[in-house]
T-cell receptor, first 110, second 116 residues
Framework: LAKTTQPISMDSYEGQEVNITCSHN???????ITWYQQFPSQGPRFIIQGYKTKVTNEVASLFIPADRKSSTLSLPRVSLSDTAVYYCLVGSGGYNKLIFGAGTRLAVHP | GAVVSQHPSRVICKSGTSVKIECRSL??????MFWYRQFPKQSLMLMAT?????????EQGVEKDKFLINHASLTLSTLTVTSAHPEDSSFYICSAKRDMDANEQFFGPGTRLTVL
């Protein structure tokens, strides 16, 4: 399973765009990249998943360069409610399990 | 769709007692369920993988005789913490996959266990 590295914490202000980058140098050919969000005392919530290039949904965008050794989660115009821990995970369905790294603790300030 | 529930949401018990936590996939069949433990300010730690109808696969360092996992149906997995002690106090989270090839796991809301 590919190991991931993310910044431990980030700070932002309401209305700004936040980009969280994750390094996964040992990503395998059949691995997908998935991002989860977790609020205190709640289970993680799926944000977005991608394999290559760019993926966008109603809450975020995921940018994956051609070598797939990193990925960037982009949150447009964050609000206070986006304060949470964001986890980047790498794996494939065949592995059947996800290993969580330390995550990035995002604090959005007024 | 794809909702996972856990019961109870929080439980307080005395040291030495056993506690059962249920994880249910409400609107889909889960061939595989996972159990995680999370201590304050820390990340989720995978404890075990639970496959319907077979024995659970435990991660290294997790005592299978202390954390009993049963996956009796495609919608229910249970985690029993036997002879709980204060150090077992933690946030226990389950997740489920819809099918063997799915890349997405759906997480339950978690169960806060406090052992006095």
């Amino acid at each position: 399973l590919a190991k991931t590295t993310q910044p431990i914490s980030m700070d932002s202000y309401e209305g700004q765009e936040v980009n969280i980058t994750c390094s996964h140098n040992n990503i395998a050919t059949n691995d997908y990249i998935t991002w989860y969000q977790q609020f205190p005392s709640q289970g993680p919530r799926f944000i977005i998943q991608g394999y290559k290039t760019k993926v966008t949904n109603e809450v975020a965008s995921l940018f994956i360069p051609a070598d797939r050794k990193s990925s960037t989660l982009s949150l447009p115009r964050v609000s206070l409610s986006d304060t949470a821990v964001y986890y980047c995970l790498v794996g494939s369905g065949g592995y059947n399990k996800l290993i969580f790294g330390a995550g990035t603790r995002l604090a959005v300030h007024p | 769709g794809a909702v996972v529930s856990q019961h109870p949401s929080r439980v307080i018990c005395k040291s030495g007692t056993s506690v059962k936590i249920e994880c249910r996939s409400l609107d889909f069949q889960a061939t595989t369920m996972f159990w995680y433990r999370q201590f304050p300010k820390q990340s989720l730690m995978l404890m075990a993988t639970s496959n319907e109808g077979s024995k659970a696969t435990y991660e290294q360092g997790v005592e299978k005789d202390k954390f009993l996992i049963n996956h009796a149906s495609l919608t229910l997995s249970t985690l029993t913490v036997t002879s709980a002690h204060p150090e077992d106090s933690s946030f226990y989270i389950c997740s489920a996959k819809r099918d063997m090839d799915a890349n997405e796991q759906f997480f339950g809301p978690g169960t806060r266990l406090t052992v006095l």
